[in-house]
């Protein structure tokens, strides 16, 4: 069974940075796409950044481009996404997902989903 989990969230001051980790088990990965995702309360859930397994080619979302970075460990089945110069409007719930075949920034189309963890940025 696919289970990811997410690590990383707390609390930063504006301008700062966290890195979120997520790390996947139950199963080999290669060919897998796996993306971040957030939620605001009230909003819906939104993309963020996504990365292949077998290729590292990486996508964002225009609201974060240039300030995060998505990455991903092989050999520790563990995709990062590191994030400076967060915004309070960067506060959110981030969710880990992974899908099969193919890229894709809609929430739909993932299969598996992590647990989530808080960012919190203050202002």
């Known amino acids: 069974q696919v289970r990811l989990v997410e690590s990383g969230g707390g609390l930063v001051q504006t301008g700062g940075s966290l890195r979120l980790s997520c790390t996947a088990s139950?199963?080999?990965?290669?060919?897998?796409?796996m993306g971040w995702f957030r939620q605001a309360p009230g909003k819906e859930r939104e993309f963020v950044a996504r990365?292949?397994?077998?290729?590292?080619?990486?996508y964002y979302a225009d609201s974060v481009k240039g300030r995060f970075t998505i990455s991903r460990d092989n050999a520790k089945n563990t995709v990062y996404l590191q994030m400076n110069r967060l915004k309070p409007e960067d506060t959110a719930v981030y969710y880990c997902?992974?899908?099969?075949?193919?890229?894709?920034?809609?929430?739909?189309?993932?299969?598996?989903w992590g647990q989530g963890t808080q960012v919190t940025v203050s202002s």
């Open positions: 990365i292949s397994w077998n290729y590292g080619m990486a």
């Open positions: 139950g199963r080999t990965f290669s060919g897998y796409y």
């Open positions: 997902a992974a899908r099969q075949s193919g890229y894709s920034e809609s929430v739909s189309s993932y299969n598996y």
